[in-house]
């Protein structure tokens, strides 16, 4: 389904991840596969792929493979398929970490403020926790928080203060109920870039993804056989910062750890000094591939 989702540094990650055409790999978000059938088309009838996504959407898309497995749950428990999976490591881990663009461009999944929809935000639709469930139970606090941290929100105490006097009336349901609630607060020179702020916060806290990449991450390295690779797509500061810092110190803090002979004993080293990023034909082709940067490490 290529409509489903247009890939992001498709050619670049899959040159980067696929060393051995024998090998066992995982794409931790298999989203409309494309990485998925890249990586297929690389290997060997020897070589396998198993892959992760936790939004029943994306079943549907699952190539006719037999060497492909699709595992419906989230790419946090990677280590614990690995170990059924790959017993010997993995040969590479991939993770495109943005939101698909059917789930941004199907309007009931509530991810885009293009469209007045169920405020809902959710990648896996059995969840218990919608944005319509924070924006009307969080404390003013708290909203404030996660507007400031996942969405790093300028005036985000105002935001905070605008959603909670709006539900004291009724109840914030849809995205068009979100905008009015929040339209004081809206900058006229850059009101689609203070949205798509105040919706990356909502979506990251609806789905946990700061914390199921902090899962991930220390995952995926343990699955990794030595010599075998990591490659991961962000989008956002966030998510870059926690990969960087993992790659380089072993803890998506940042916190270097050593041995008890004083070495570094990060598991993984950076393979690329700095991170690819997309050419400007690429980003023509496909906006939201504007701030990507992907990341290529090696498991020591």
């Not at 428990?77 to 059924?84: G, K, M, Q, V």
């Not at 993995?90 to 199907?106: I, K, P, W």
């Not at 985000?156 to 605008?162: E, G």
């Not at 809206?186 to 946990?208: C, G, M, T, W």
Request: proline share 4%; with cysteine; net charge neutral.
């Amino acid at each position: 389904m290529s409509e489903y989702h247009n890939p992001v540094l498709l050619h670049q990650s899959v040159d980067a991840l696929v060393l051995n055409p024998d090998g066992i790999y995982a794409d931790a978000t298999f989203g409309g596969g494309g990485h998925s059938r890249a990586i297929l088309g690389r290997l060997s009838p020897k070589g396998r792929l198993i892959a992760f996504d936790r939004d029943e959407d994306a079943l549907a898309n699952a190539p006719e493979d037999g060497r492909f497995k699709l595992i419906h749950n989230n790419f946090r428990f990677i280590h614990n398929y690995a170990l059924i999976e790959a017993p010997d490591g993995l040969d590479g881990v991939l993770a495109d970490l943005g939101v698909s663009s059917h789930q941004f461009d199907t309007a009931e999944r509530g991810f885009s403020f293009r469209f007045d929809s169920p405020l809902d935000m959710r990648m896996n639709v059995q969840g218990d926790k919608t944005a319509a469930d924070i924006v009307n139970s969080y404390t003013q606090e708290e909203l404030e928080r996660i507007f400031k941290i996942y969405g790093e929100v300028d005036g985000a105490h105002k935001l905070a203060q605008l959603i909670v006097s709006a539900r004291s009336k009724a109840q914030i349901l849809s995205t068009g109920d979100l905008g009015n609630a929040i339209a004081g607060a809206l900058p006229s020179f850059a009101e689609h870039k203070y949205l798509a702020k105040v919706y990356q916060a909502l979506r990251i806290e609806v789905n946990d993804e700061m914390r199921s990449l902090e899962k991930f991450l220390p995952g995926a390295a343990k699955a990794l056989k030595k010599g075998g690779r990591l490659c991961v797509i962000t989008y956002h500061s966030l998510e870059d910062r926690m990969v960087k810092n993992f790659i380089r110190s072993g803890r998506t803090d940042g916190v270097e750890q050593k041995d008890i002979y004083g070495r570094p004993s990060a598991p993984l080293k950076s393979v690329e000094r700095k991170p690819i990023v997309p050419q400007e034909d690429e980003i023509e082709g496909n906006t939201r591939a504007r701030s990507a940067k992907l990341r290529i490490a090696e498991k020591i």
